[in-house]
Each structure stands twice: as C-alpha cells, then as structure tokens.
C-alpha cells in the first residue's frame, strides 16, 4: 500500500508537474488548489503527508495547516512556496511543519525530502500491507502461508524468522528494507535487535536462494539490504 499525498496549490502550471512525478515515484497524489477542498479531503481520505502552498487566495496554507492541525495533530505537513522571506519561514516551522521547501526547487529534492518525513512519521509503511501470500522470487516459487520455497520439485521450509524477512523483501518497494524497521518487525524481543541477527538470516536467504544467479542480496552501507532480481 503506497503512501497517499495530498497537494493543495493554486499553481496550476507546476503542482500538475509535481503530482505526475510524485505519482511516477509510486505515491497516491491527491491535488487540490484551494485550500477549502485541501481540507475537505483531510477530513475524508487516509492522508499522510500534506503539501502546502502558503499564497493562496481566500485561504492560505498557514490558515490551513492550523486547521489540519486542529483536526489530526499528529498529520505530518511541508510548505512548498516561492516564499523566501526568514519571518514567514520561522512562522510556518512554528507551526509544527516538518520541513519548508522555497520555490524553485529540483523534484529530486522534493521527492527525498518527502521520502525522509514518510520514514520519520510512518516507518512501517516502507512496507506492502497487501494481502498477497504468493510471490515469483526470479525461479522461485514463494508460499508465506506454507512457508515453502519452490524450485522445480525442490521444496524448502522456512523458519518463521526467514519467512518474515523474505516477506518484507518481496513486499519492499524495489527491494529495500530500512535495518532498523526490519529488526522492530520480526525480531519482536528486544533482547534479539542486533545487528548480527539481520545479517545472519539475509545469508541463509541468500543461499536458499542461490540456484538462481540474477537473485542477489546487496548491502545497502549503513542503511539495510536490498533484494535485487536482473
């Protein structure tokens, strides 16, 4: 399940450009350009970040943030406004706003700015929360049900630990799952959250696997691991 964006800005030669990208990066992309219809899909729709223009007409988006923050205050938002003025940057950051993105901007930036906010506000949403328990691993055949691991007529068993982690891996967007996420998700003993335990069950992943020679395991230097099929 991707992460749902919502958009509210009055610009409407750029926010369509920001919504195609955002939505090319596997975002769900509501956009709005005012904010009275910003608001109402707070109200009605599972939102997790907002991003706020602050010029807007009739409403503008520090008006709106505070509603948004009077109906879920725990809803994280971004201004995004052509705005440079220091006062107008420290009044929006006041408010609570994770972060203030000033006009003109690369969409790189944007998309990693958002990427850091999701992982900070909802880092058990790297993952699919889809009810899929059948996966094509390259030649693999992958039961999560079963916990079976098929290659032709070779059949193996996973431990409920390897299941898990070869589930995150399968249900990952583009294979990456954050260290620290993957330890709080299947080591459930606090005692377990080491390191080693990680590295340990990604190798036995890695020679189960091994038969096909375009699956690999590549460690992602002090962020986790990523599942890579050619």
Not at 98 to 123: A, C, G, N, Q
Not at 183 to 197: C, F
Not at 225 to 230: D, E, F, Q, V
């Amino acid at each position: 399940m991707s992460n749902h964006l919502l958009i509210v800005d009055d610009d409407r030669a750029l926010s369509p450009m920001i919504e195609e990208y955002l939505s090319a990066k596997g975002y769900e992309v509501t956009l709005c350009h005012n904010a009275t219809e910003g608001f109402k899909n707070v109200q009605s729709k599972k939102i997790d970040l907002c991003i706020l223009d602050i010029r807007m007409p009739m409403k503008d988006g520090f008006e709106l943030a505070k509603e948004i923050i009077e109906h879920s205050p725990n809803k994280p938002f971004l201004f995004l406004t052509s705005e440079s003025d220091k006062k107008k940057r420290i009044e929006g950051l006041k408010l609570g706003a994770s972060d203030y993105i000033v006009k003109p901007f690369s969409m790189e930036e944007l998309y990693l700015r958002i990427k850091l906010i999701l992982k900070r506000t909802h880092p058990l949403n790297e993952f699919s929360t889809s009810e899929v328990s059948n996966y094509t691993i390259g030649k693999y055949a992958f039961d999560i049900n079963s916990r079976e691991l098929v290659l032709g007529k070779e059949i193996q068993k996973l431990s409920t630990i390897e299941n898990q982690l070869l589930q995150l891996f399968c249900e990952a967007k583009d294979g990456f799952i954050n260290r620290e996420v993957a330890l709080k998700q299947v080591w459930e003993d606090e005692h377990l959250l080491k390191t080693r335990s990680l590295n340990v069950y990604v190798s036995k992943l890695r020679k189960m696997l091994s038969e096909d020679s375009n699956i690999s395991f590549q460690n992602v230097h002090g962020l986790g691991y990523r599942m890579a099929i050619k």
